[in-house]
């Protein structure tokens, strides 16, 4: 009896654990998907995403960390595996990594620092200091948030189409930061801050940095929301040789390689489908190997295709794959606009710089290009910001982290046919005496000695306020018939050249207006001193004879005071100052002179007016063309010279009314007014290293606009060929250039930006 008891109570439990495990079987199990760090390597995620649709897996939960959290994030808010093929695909990592940013992007202000110094230090306490990382990493967070528009409302995680978590480091405690709420961008920026490559997060009071540094592959984590089934794709490598550490970035990483290559072991038994690509010929920076990359992590699934198969039946991807569609969107409306810690910059500057209006539609593209102005001002460490829906409307709320250098020290150097040697050190201090001003000195040394200053207030899109001081001087051979016919000399002179000393003392002070940081309207008055003079003539023993000042062993031609209101109306859209490929340029300048200290007695009230009009455009890939036209006159009867056009040389920087003019040299072809013309094409053969042919053609004599001669043929032509580099001093540019009525040739020589 005992015996039929046990055997009963054995066919009971047999049959109870049998219908147990069919039940296993056929319960639909929860799928939780581990997506490691690695760079650039993570790409790979996505090749390992394809296998697994195609397997028809619906994943139920997901973690990742760096680059696993980007594409995971981007996976769970609703975008397919052949969408995110298709976003990475067209995406220039590049220009995300290094916060390229437009030069239309840049204020009229942050254009010349960008075109005239090369090296730019931050100056504190009297030391100099270095960035925190190569990048502050705003064009990825611009992408981040332009991506997830869809769930920006989602604060908790879990409530994602797929819910998802990543991992973050705090920097200051070394502690692991599990972020599973907030605002998705923000978390997924701060779990991907690669240190060295991008400037840490702050997120909610914490300084985080890339989640990598403490768990690189959280499959605890994720086996915790309620995974029976881990899918996990490791894109790590192990520990590297000396050949394969060659940037500091990858010298960091496998300094933490250390700890994560002994975790792996565990974690990958812990992992039920491990695919594991093999990067090992790839860098965590290699974003120009995507198809590579993502090819590898295809091959890496398929090897596991079998698996993936066997555990499909049991995933529901018929039951939410409608949930998992997303709608992204490039419009939107901004009804509300929240500014949070900018204490040295008023709402109307920061306004200003985004160039869009409440309660009208705007687009993604100008609210990252509103942001990317910001960004160019150089005055925010880094710029975080949240759309959300509130009371049905949708609010922008702004994190400006200013950027606690307000000093910097900023060099240069150049050379050139007429300044000669030159070196450029320069002091900026930012909120000198109020918001949203900034102080800059120039000092320039070499064989020309001249200094710049400026003081700006700037109020964005209202009236700004501005003072600027410079002294400028260079001495030239010309002609001295071009003196003789500026200046009254008594006497001629038994010589053909001279070497004229010209020096200049300008002071403005101005009221801007600045539309789109591309168009400005600027009006003054002006303080000028001149000089010119030379110790040409006595050297010969002739000025006894001209019956002109002597000063200080040096013959005056000119030196006087002069005071004039003046209107400056600018745009500017080229793509850049020195090679411009697109845009369009247009500088008009008008000055009225009221009052001189008439250094020789022939002043009378004059004016003068000039504009210089562009525009440049791709006509193939790599061959572009540069379009000008430039002319000035003079109204008034004064005889006065001093302010009489130019024309000759080569030059990006030339002061008061001296004009470039290819095949003469400088300050050749004087007269009261102008008309040029100018065109050059340019090959760009290799990156950065120009091939160009330029061509010019003018009319430049006195009153060409009252006599009509302006319009007749051109006197004056001239013909280049040059070869420019953007080098990391500045252009480098090489130009022959002739004339053909001139019968003469110059060959014009500059490296560095000009200043």
Known sequence: MQKLVVILLFLFVGAFSMAQNQGRENKDLKVGLVLS????????HIGALKVIEKAGIEIDYIGGTSMGAIVGALYASGFSAFELDSIFKNT???DLIEDTLPRGAKTFYEKENSERYAITLPFKKFQVSVPQAYSGGQNVYNELVRLLYPVRDVKDFKNLPIPFLCIATDIESGAEVLLDKGYLPEAVMASGALPSLFDPAIVDGRVLIDGGVVNNYPVEEVRAMGADVIIGVDVQHGLRDREALSSATEILLQINNYRTALDMERKSERTDIYIKPDMSEYSVIDFNLYEAI???????AMQKYEELERLAPHSELKRSKSIRKVQTQDSLTINKMVIT??????????????????????????????????????????IRYRLSTRNNEEELTLKLIENQNKTF?????????????????????????????????????GDNIRYNFQYYVDKGSYWSFGISSRFNEFGKDINFDLIRSNFEIPFGANINTIN???????????????LREEFAYRMGIEYKFLKYSTKTLRQNGEDDFLGLTIEDDRTLFEKSNFYSAFGQLTLDTYDDRYFPSKGLFFDGDFHFYVLSSDFNDNFKEFSIAKARMGTAFPLFSNLSMNIETEGGFKLGTSNVTSFDFVLGGLGADLINNFTPFLGYDFLSLPGNSFVKAYGRLDFEFIPKNHFMFSANYANVDDDLFRTGDWFTSPDFSGYGVGYG???????????????PEGKSSNFFFSLGYWF
């Open 37 to 44: 760090g690695g760079g650039a390597k993570g790409m790979a």
């Open 500 to 514: 004229l000393d010209v020096k200049d003392f300008t002071n403005q002070m101005y009221v801007q207006t600045v």
């Open 341 to 382: 810690d900018a204490e040295n910059y008023s709402r109307g500057y920061v306004k200003g710089k985004l160039r869009f209006e409440l309660d009208e539609p705007t687009t993604f593209g100008k609210l990252q290009q509103g942001i990317s102005n910001l960004s160019a001002t150089g005055n925010f460490q880094t």
């Open 725 to 739: 580099w953007e080098s990391f001093l500045g252009p480098l540019q090489v130009h022959y250039t002739w004339s």
């Open 409 to 445: 020290i900023r060099l240069g150097a150049h050379y050139d046919n007429l300044y000669k040697t030159a070196g450029i050190i320069n002091l900026t201090q930012k909120n000198f005496l109020m918001r949203d001003d900034v102080t800059s000195f120039d000092f320039i040394i």
């Open 92 to 94: 220039d990592f590049t």
């Open 294 to 300: 993502i090819a590898s992590g295809e091959n890496a």
